[in-house]
């Protein structure tokens, strides 16, 4: 039987994801903490990657992240201005995507 949640992701979002493993860090760290925003430094130093490329995860940059695949562009994190400041936060739909991957991976070391 498939989850109903399986059917309501985009395919999309699934295979932007399974290109990116820094995407994937960068939405597991933000589920984690959520409801809490971070800032990109932060993220970066969670993740154990560099700001560059996480901001390239979160908004795009050029042709190693595309645009159209990011995580802001695909629904999956929020840009939150606070003073001047931007924060990033996982949105329902992100959390939606992060626990089918947990469930996945999950499910993955059930059959190893």
Known sequence: MIAPYLITIDPHI?????????RKKVLMYLDS????????SNIARQVGSDAS?????L???GNRYNGNSSL????????????GYKYYRI???????????KE?????????
Not at 53 to 57: D, E, I, K, P
Not at 104 to 112: D, S
């Open 33 to 40: 903490i959520y409801p809490n925003a971070d800032y990109l």
């Open 53 to 57: 490329n996480v901001l390239g995860c």
């Open 59 to 61: 908004r795009g940059m």
């Open 14 to 22: 699934l295979r932007s994801l399974n290109k990116s493993h820094l």
């Open 72 to 83: 802001i562009e695909l629904g999956l994190v929020e840009v939150l201005d606070v003073d």
């Open 91 to 101: 949105t329902d739909l992100g959390r939606r995507v992060a626990k089918m991957l």
């Open 104 to 112: 996945m991976h999950r499910g993955q070391m059930l059959h190893v």
